[in-house]
Structure formats: structure tokens, C-alpha cells
């Protein structure tokens, strides 16, 4: 039986979405008129146009087909982020704050994908309703539009496993209810907990008010996005550990988190990724700990900062507590490779995810035993399950695209007129959400200098990297579009 493509339901879905949208876009309007900012007519005018607009998509979709089928679902997650986003910018464009439709749409891209760059070249001068909306558009994008979605689509008649599993990060996803909307509610249940906690903290320690707001959002969605120019250098190590903690926990698994708060904390040591990844950020802060421990800071400063550039690389947030540039080449080679990894699947972090990683090492190891048996029958597990041929097919092909896509975005910024360095690092840092690179850019995270067709490219490659490149690359198949 053939079936036609669903456009009515991808308008419906892009209008209830674009709703929410909307509707977030009130508080940093609410935030302008508190603070009597010049910018709160951009942010009426843009809220409008979001709203009206929205309503305009309802329209279209009017009468939908209820059935969310794959195709559609794929269409869905791929497209709703360039939606955001075309809405998202209108307030940096029309206040002024990024004149340039080119940085307008980057940084909002930066945002929603929780990569973290920023053409900011001070962003320490900008409004508090440009900050805040900075800090939201990555908490909105953290979680994932979609589990917001999936969460609030049963209302209006429409199902969302394909959405759900569309947009998950990782090799696998697990249901916490036999409900899919369920699950989703408990994840962003989970999720405002954390930010509301770590807000707290980082004000009871002497953040103020609105920083801690700001700051609690960015390193939740392990976004980045700070309200100064330095990042959190000039915070407290108090406010660092607070940090730090919360990263770290961001880059768990969300359902293991939940599981763990409901009182089954043995999850955590359970499962195998969560395993390697806290030994991943453990060794790692321990060697660039002792890289800095051989040159000029003291040993307390050198535990802290060696172990939360570690955590704040693997799980792509981007925060910086120190500039590693100035650091022996050495420890800065060695941030660049943590680029690559990211954290659990399942978590709002970014890069290769620890799953992938672990059984991509497995599956190294268990080939060189089969040439040494070749008639021994060696298999690959992973939590005690013997994994499919399927599963590490799929991992050997995303790793596959993910160098390809490294390399050939690499192609196009050195095309740009970019140095090599700054090329290969910018590459890297954009599919993996990091933020910050390695060479000009460096710790700043600041790439207001980058050319214009290197932006555009850069935001294409975010998105890619967000949505774990298959969802992307689907969108070019003759299969997907096919009755």
C-alpha cells in the first residue's frame, strides 16, 4: 500500500511548535520592559511575528492525518531546528544587536543546537533580554525540541514515537512508561530539577540573580553561552565546582538520572557507558591536572581547572575556566581530542557519545582476537548483551560519516581562506556542540571574524552534528521520499 507524504501533519506539528516558540519568547520580552531596555519593541514585533505565523502553519495543517509515519517524523526533527531558528533570530536582527542576517542566524543556531559559539565580540554590552534569550534558546534546544514535543503533541491528537526516536541521541534509546509522552514529561521533569537546583546553588554562592538563571540553562542543555566575556573565569572556584558537578551530571544519560533519583542509584555503576564516561572525565582531568601542576598554577587551581576544562570538553559545553591556549601544546593537543568524545547517549551533550566509543573499542579488540583464532566465535558485548552485527554496522558507519564530515568541512573553511589548525578545529568543534576550538578562535569561543560563507557552513555542520548526522543525511535519500 502506497502512501502519499503527510505535508498537512509537518505543518501542524511546525505550528504547535512554533506556538511554544512564541510563547517562550514573552519572558525575555517580560525581561526588556523590566529592565527598561531600548530593544523591547524587537522582541514585541518578534513575538508577533512568531505567534501570527504560527497560526499560519495551524492553518495549513488543518485537518491532518493523525499518523506520524518515519518519513514525516525525519522531515519533522531535521526541519523544525532551521524553523526555530529562522524565528529565533528576528530579535538579535531587529534590535540591532547583530545587524548582519549572517550572525543573526549563526548565533541562534549556536544556540538552539547548544553548540555555544557566539560572533558576540562583547557579549558583556549586550541587553539582559538578548542574555537571556541566548541561555533559553539552548535550554529549549538541550532537551530537544522534540521531547518537548512529544510531551505536548497527544493533546492535539498527533503521536510522537517517531519523532522520539528520531531525535534521541545515541545507539539506543529506553523507555521509562509504556507511554512515549510519559517518558518524555519525565525527562524534562528531570530537567527543569536540575536547572532550578544548580540555579539556586550558583545564587546562594554569591552568583547574582540573573547570572545564575543564565549560567544554570547553559550548563544543563551543556550549551556554553555565559553572560561575560570570559566565561566563568572570573567566578569563585566555588561557583566552578557548582559548575562543574552539573555539567558532569548533564552528560549522564537522562533515564539513568531518573532512575537514580526514584531511588536506584546503583543504575549509574551499572551501566557500562556511564562507566566509561566518568572514567573518561576522571582521567582526563587527572592528566591535564598534572600537565598544569608542571608549569605555573598552584596545586588547588590546577585540580580545578584541569578537571573542569576536562569535564566542560567531553561534554561539549564549552565553558572555560582558564584560556588552554596559553597552556604547553601538549594539554591543548589533548583538549582537541576530547572534542571528539561527548558524553552518554541519552544526554543533552554533544560529540560521539561514550557508547559508541566503548563498543567501537570492543569491536577492535575482538577482531584482533578472531586473527589470532580465526575459528573462535568472539562476540562483542555491551551490559551484558551480546550486540547485533546490525548495531555495530550502524557505529562503524557513523563514525565513518562523522571523520568525513570533519574532513570535508575542514575542505571547505581552509577554501574560506581559514588556516588548517583553525580549520580542523572548528570542524570538529561544530559537529561535536563544543563551541571552542583550538588556534585564533581558541578558548574565546568568539568567531565574529570567521567569513561569511565559513558561518553559513559552520551552522549547517552544527545541525548535523545535533541531530547525529543520519537524520540529515535521510533527507537526501530517493528512499525517504518515495511513495
Given amino acids: 500500500m502506497t502512501r502519499t507524504f503527510n505535508w498537512r501533519l509537518v505543518f501542524k506539528t511546525w505550528g504547535v511548535l512554533t506556538t511554544i516558540e512564541a510563547l517562550v519568547m514573552l519572558i525575555p520580552t517580560f525581561a526588556a520592559w523590566w529592565y527598561h531596555e531600548a530593544d ?5 514585533v518578534s513575538s508577533a511575528i512568531t505567534w501570527l505565523s504560527s497560526w499560519w502553519m495551524l492553518l495549513a495543517g488543518r485537518k491532518a492525518e493523525k499518523r506520524v509515519g518515519e518519513r514525516e517524523g525525519y522531515v519533522i526533527v531535521a526541519t523544525i531546528w532551521l524553523v526555530y531558528s529562522m524565528f529565533g533570530m528576528l530579535p538579535f536582527w531587529l534590535s540591532g544587536a547583530l545587524p548582519s542576517i549572517t550572525d543573526a542566524w549563526y548565533e541562534t543556531m549556536a544556540g538552539f543546537t547548544t553548540t555555544g559559539s557566539t560572533v558576540f565580540t562583547d557579549v558583556a554590552a549586550q541587553t539582559h533580554s538578548i542574555l537571556l534569550w541566548r541561555s533559553l534558546m539552548q535550554w529549549i534546544g538541550g532537551m530537544g525540541i522534540i521531547v518537548l514535543s512529544v510531551a505536548i503533541l497527544p493533546m492535539f491528537g498527533l503521536g510522537g514515537m517517531q519523532l522520539y526516536s528520531a531525535e534521541v541521541t545515541g545507539v539506543s534509546y529506553e523507555k521509562l512508561s509504556p507511554r512515549i509522552a510519559d517518558t518524555a514529561k519525565h525527562m524534562w521533569l528531570t530537567y527543569i530539577v536540575l536547572t532550578i537546583g544548580e540555579g539556586v546553588l550558583l545564587w546562594l554562592f554569591g552568583m547574582g540573580g540573573f547570572d545564575a538563571v543564565c549560567h544554570s540553562m547553559a550548563t544543563i542543555s551543556t550549551g556554553g553561552f555565559a553572560t561575560h566575556n570570559d566565561s566563568v573565569i572570573g567566578y569563585t572556584p566555588a561557583i566552578q565546582w557548582i559548575i562543574m558537578l552539573f555539567m558532569l551530571l548533564s552528560g549522564i544519560n537522562f ?30 582531568g587527572l592528566i591535564l591536572m598534572g600537565g598544569l601542576l608542571s608549569v ?16 566542560a570538553t567531553i561534554t561539549s559545553t564549552g565553558f572555560v575556566a582558564a584560556d588552554y591556549m596559553i597552556w604547553p601544546p601538549i594539554l591543548w593537543v589533548i583538549v582537541f581530542f576530547l572534542m571528539f568524545t561527548g558524553g552518554a547517549s541519552g544526554s543533552t551533550a554533544g560529540g560521539m557519545k561514550w557508547v559508541r566509543l566503548a563498543i567501537f573499542a570492543k569491536s577492535a579488540v575482538a577482531e584482533i582476537k578472531r586473527r589470532i583464532h580465526p575459528n573462535a566465535v568472539i562476540p562483542v558485548r555491551f551490559n551484558g548483551h551480546t550486540l547485533r552485527e546490525q548495531t555495530t554496522s550502524n557505529i562503524m558507519a557513523f563514525m565513518f560519516f562523522y571523520i568525513l564530515i570533519i574532513v570535508l568541512a575542514t575542505l571547505m573553511f581552509c577554501g574560506c581562506g581559514v588556516g588548517f589548525d583553525e580549520s580542523l578545529g572548528i570542524a570538529v568543534s561544530m559537529i561535536g556542540n563544543v563551541g571552542v576550538s583550538i588556534g585564533q578562535w581558541g578558548s574565546s569561543g568568539c568567531y565574529e571574524a570567521l567569513p561569511a560563507v565559513a558561518k553559513w557552513g559552520a551552522t549547517l555542520v552544527m545541525l548535523i552534528g545535533r541531530l547525529e548526522i543520519f537524520t540529515v543525511l535521510l533527507l537526501f535519500s530517493r528512499a525517504l521520499w518515495k511513495k
Avoid at 259 to 272: H, I, T
Fill in 40 to 44: 523591547l519593541g524587537a522582541w514585541v
Fill in 255 to 284: 533515564t539513568q538520572l531518573i532512575y537514580a533519583f526514584r531511588g536506584k542509584p546503583q543504575r549509574l555503576f551499572q551501566d557500562e557507558e556511564t562507566r566509561w564516561y566518568i572514567c573518561a572525565c576522571f582521567v582526563a
Fill in 296 to 311: 605555573t598554577h598552584g596545586h588547588l587551581s590546577s585540580i580545578r581547572i584541569g578537571f573542569f576544562t576536562a569535564v
